[in-house]
C-alpha cells in the first residue's frame, strides 16, 4: 500500500504518523506541504475526501490564524481557504491518504484506520500513550 502523507517536520504529532507510516510498510509519499504549499483544489479535494470543513482544518494554535481574524465565527470558508492557500501553516496536520480513505491524522493513532495491517509494535503517541503494545495489539 502507497500513502501520502501532508507533513511538517517541525510537527511531533506529525513526525510520529510518519513513523507509524514507515513501520507500517506503507511507502509513504511525503509532502512538506509548508514548502509545497497548497492550491484551492487541493485542500478542497482533502478536505471533502476527510470529511472535513475549513474550519475543521485550521490550525489554531502557533499560526497566525487568530492575530488574522480567522477564528471569528463569521469567517466564510472562502476566506479561510485563501488564507490557506496564502499560509499553508494554517492547515492542520498531518493529512494522510491511503486507498482505505483521507484522515487528519491528529492524534497519531487516527493513521491505523488508514492502514492494511497494524505495524508492529511497541509504538506510542507523542505523549507517550501506548498506541499498540509489543505483542501487536491495539491499545486506543
Known amino acids: 500500500m502507497t500513502a501520502v502523507i501532508y507533513h511538517n517536520p517541525d510537527c511531533g504529532t506529525s513526525r510520529n504518523v510518519l513513523a507509524i507510516?514507515?513501520?507500517?510498510?506503507a511507502a509513504p509519499v511525503v509532502i512538506d506541504y509548508l514548502h509545497e504549499g497548497w492550491t484551492r483544489p487541493q485542500l478542497l479535494g482533502l478536505f471533502a475526501a476527510a470529511g472535513l470543513t475549513p474550519r475543521e482544518a485550521l490550525r489554531v494554535s502557533r499560526t497566525p490564524a487568530e492575530e488574522m481574524g480567522l477564528t471569528a465565527p463569521d469567517i466564510s470558508d472562502d476566506a479561510l481557504l485563501s488564507a490557506m492557500v496564502a499560509h499553508p501553516i494554517l492547515v492542520n496536520r498531518p493529512i494522510v491518504c491511503t486507498p482505505r480513505g483521507v484522515?487528519?491524522?491528529?492524534?497519531?493513532e487516527q493513521v491505523l484506520d488508514?492502514?492494511?495491517?497494524?505495524?508492529?509494535?511497541?509504538?506510542?503517541?507523542?505523549?507517550?500513550?501506548?498506541?499498540?503494545?509489543?505483542e501487536g495489539n491495539r491499545r486506543v
Open 21 to 25: 507510516l514507515n513501520a507500517a510498510d
Open 114 to 134: 488508514l492502514l492494511d495491517r497494524l505495524p508492529p509494535g511497541p509504538l506510542a503517541r507523542e505523549d507517550g500513550q501506548l498506541i499498540i503494545d509489543a
Open 103 to 108: 484522515r487528519l491524522c491528529r492524534p497519531s
